[in-house]
């Protein structure tokens, strides 16, 4: 991909009607030979969503390997192998789910700012 693709991805692309959240995409070699590979970190879990990302910016995905899901990482599972989670590794799943909880929904652009509240009386 060139550099204008991986701006998009970066960005975020338009799926299902909504842009993603931006991506971390970074290189693992050099981007324009055939079969090159990257890492790409996004901040939510749509169906298929990095397939879709690539897909959208011209580049299909051939393989495809998570390596994280938040603060969760062991790169000695295979693939289709599970295990359980430490009570350290629930705990810190349990914040990172805490911290990126949704925002108050954002107005809309040109709306007017809301008014502040009354003062409160004694």
């Known amino acids: 991909?060139?550099?204008?693709?991986?701006?998009?991805?970066?960005?975020?692309?338009p799926l299902d009607g909504r842009r993603t959240r931006p991506a971390v995409v970074t290189s693992?070699?050099?981007?324009?030979?055939a079969g090159a590979r990257f890492a790409i970190t996004i901040m939510e879990g749509r169906n298929r969503q990095v397939r879709r990302?690539?897909?959208a910016v011209g580049h299909?995905?051939?393989e495809l390997t998570r390596?994280?899901?938040?603060?969760?990482e062991d790169r000695r599972l295979k693939p289709g192998?599970?295990?359980?989670?430490?009570a350290a590794e629930v705990t810190a799943?349990?914040?990172?789910?805490?911290?990126s909880a949704s925002p108050a929904p954002r107005r809309p652009a040109g709306a007017p700012p809301r008014a502040a509240a009354?003062?409160?009386r004694a």
């Open 28 to 33: 693992l070699g050099d981007p324009r030979r």
């Open 53 to 55: 990302m690539w897909e």
């Open 1 to 13: 991909p060139d550099a204008a693709a991986l701006d998009r991805l970066r960005r975020g692309v």
């Open 67 to 72: 390596t994280r899901i938040g603060p969760i």
């Open 81 to 86: 192998q599970w295990r359980d989670l430490s």
């Open 118 to 120: 009354p003062p409160r």
């Open 93 to 99: 799943l349990r914040r990172a789910v805490r911290r």
């Open 60 to 62: 299909p995905v051939s």
